[in-house]
């Protein structure tokens, strides 16, 4: 996984619904919410 450019995305599993989504690998690293396309709520990602 790249590092570099903010480009790299990663999928995630929504705790509250349970639908995984893709994401910003930055965000996780940098533990930022992240929004739903389930339920519409944030969430921040735990590796
Ligand atoms: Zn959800």
Known sequence: MKLIGG???TTV???NCGVKS???ASKIRL???MLCP???SL???SR
């Open 7 to 9: 480009a790299s995305t």
């Open 13 to 15: 599993t929504c705790p």
């Open 22 to 24: 893709t994401q910003a």
């Open 31 to 33: 533990k930022q919410a």
């Open 38 to 40: 389930g339920c519409k």
């Open 43 to 45: 969430f921040i990602a």
